[in-house]
């Protein structure tokens, strides 16, 4: 995969005017890189109107969805751009609004189902792989799992249920077992924060909204994942809170995901966070060296049952892979599968040094096993600080120097652009970021335990 990447960067650097960009290609890979909700709601909207030189014309349908672009994934897609084309530096907007009428001929005109039902459907469905008997439990997770089965239990008082976790901790796999375990028996609304959102806005532009409400509101119970994505939109907020209300007044239960409890939720109305806060909130704790053991050998069993192959793993591999990959379980699983693969081509388990190699390429590739996340937990468990201290406004030296430390090894070892850096610690400007850095280099060259410091948070995570 990384020689693929490579040649198309490759091809780019030659490519000549006429070299025109494939704008389906490059969708393809926006499909990879945001993964199919985000893709789904957004990106798919986006069409390359004109390409210059040095910068191309984007159009978005309508102007809500091109702020939305611009303010959160502007960064990346130009990113993809280059890689297809590096003589791009630039993207612009401009706002096509047949655009979004075009989409409606998805749905036939005399369809008796509506619009919006049909289109929802579709994002009901679970993932059978990722049921509560497929969870593997232990202390950093027991609350949130036990929690989650009290949930599908006739007699539960938790509502709301409110989980937060980092990345790739286990919190969409416990919403999906919920619906799995309850959708023979009730009528389970399951959908992500992004999803609602782009469903309600075409629900206002199509003139649908008593069919958006009639629909989410009919949930015996209702799962909605990452909903630290609806800061700042008031009017889905505002929606959201009347659902919310209506739910729990027809005894509905609801169930929530966030990257953050409730309280540090940003740009997001008071009365939600405490009406968020009213029921039971848990978090997911990173797994330790035993559980990411256990959790691997679990995967490694439904993979083989899966896909009907007899991959050969030594011991030795698991507890590298365990050892080794410590930010989350999904980069965990990701190494797995690279590991699989060599198993099956090679016909025997990998050493650890092959290992090694084949990982090596899969950081790279993926660039995902050191992101801003993984650095700021490194950095914060090196100065004994919990995240959501190292993260709020709060000024002091002992909370600034480590998060401009962060900010720091995030600009060096993650692609992120600046403005996406500032972001993931907590909404800051760019601006703070680049203060940051050049704090921290300056710093660097003339006081040894910060250097000493920044060596041993290296280690942590590189
Ligand atoms: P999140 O929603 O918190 O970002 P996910 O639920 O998508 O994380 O989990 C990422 C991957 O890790 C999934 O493949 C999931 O099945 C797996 N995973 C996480 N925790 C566990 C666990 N305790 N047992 C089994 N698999 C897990
Ligand atoms: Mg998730």
Sequence with gaps: MKENLSKKIVNSSAAQEENFLNWNNILQELKMVFGNDVYESWIKNINLKKEFNHYVILS??????????????????????????????RIEF???????????????????????????LNYNR?????????????????????????????????NPLFIYSGVGMGKTHLLNAIGLEIEDKQKVMFISAERFMYHFIRSIKNNEMVKFKDFFRKANIFIIDDI??????????????????????????????????????????ERIKSRLSGGLVVDIQPPDLNLRKKILKNKFEIIKRNFKENYIISDEVFDYLATEISSSVR????ALNRVLAFSKINNKSPSVYECKRILKDFIIY?????????????????FNLNIQEMLSPRRSRSLARPRQIAMYLAKQYTTNSLPDIGRRFSNRDHTTVIHAVKKIEDLLKKDNEIKQSVNEIKKKFL
């Design 60 to 89: 978005a349908p309508t102007r809500f969805v091109r702020d939305w672009i611009v303010s959160r994934y502007a960064d990346k897609v130009l990113d993809q751009i280059k890689n297809f084309k590096q003589s791009i530096q």
């Design 94 to 120: 401009l706002i096509e609004e047949k655009e979004e009428k075009l989409n409606k001929k998805d749905y036939p005109k005399n369809s008796h189902v509506s619009a919006i039902e049909n289109s929802l």
């Design 126 to 158: 679970f993932d059978t792989n990722n049921s509560f008997d497929n969870f593997v439990v232990g202390e950093s997770n027991e609350l949130a799992y036990m929690a989650a089965k009290r949930v599908c239990l006739e007699s539960s008082h938790y």
């Design 228 to 269: 630290q994505f609806v800061g700042g939109k008031e009017a889905m907020q505002e929606e959201f809170f009347h659902t919310f209300n209506a739910l729990i007044e027809r005894g509905s239960k609801i169930v929530i995901s966030s990257d953050r409890p409730p309280s540090n939720l940003e740009r997001i109305q």
């Design 331 to 334: 980069e965990m699983v990701g």
């Design 366 to 382: 993926n660039n995902k096993l050191i992101n801003v996340e993984s650095i700021q937990n490194s950095v914060a468990s090196h």
